[in-house]
């Protein structure tokens, strides 16, 4: 089952992207810009 996810940044916690994942057991990570630090961060799946 396909699921539509948010991601935080782990910085901040400022909410800047969404996509979709596929696993239900691993939490999902991504190094993406953010907007509010300015940096490169790794952002996070939140619920």
Known sequence: MIKKVA???AECGS???STTS?????????KKF???CNA??????TK
């Not at 490169?40 to 799946?45: A, G, K, P, Q, V």
């Open 7 to 9: 991601l935080a940044c």
């Open 15 to 17: 909410r800047n992207y």
């Open 22 to 30: 596929k696993k239900e057991s691993e939490r999902l990570e991504l």
């Open 34 to 36: 953010c907007s509010t």
């Open 40 to 45: 490169h961060t790794t952002h996070r799946e």
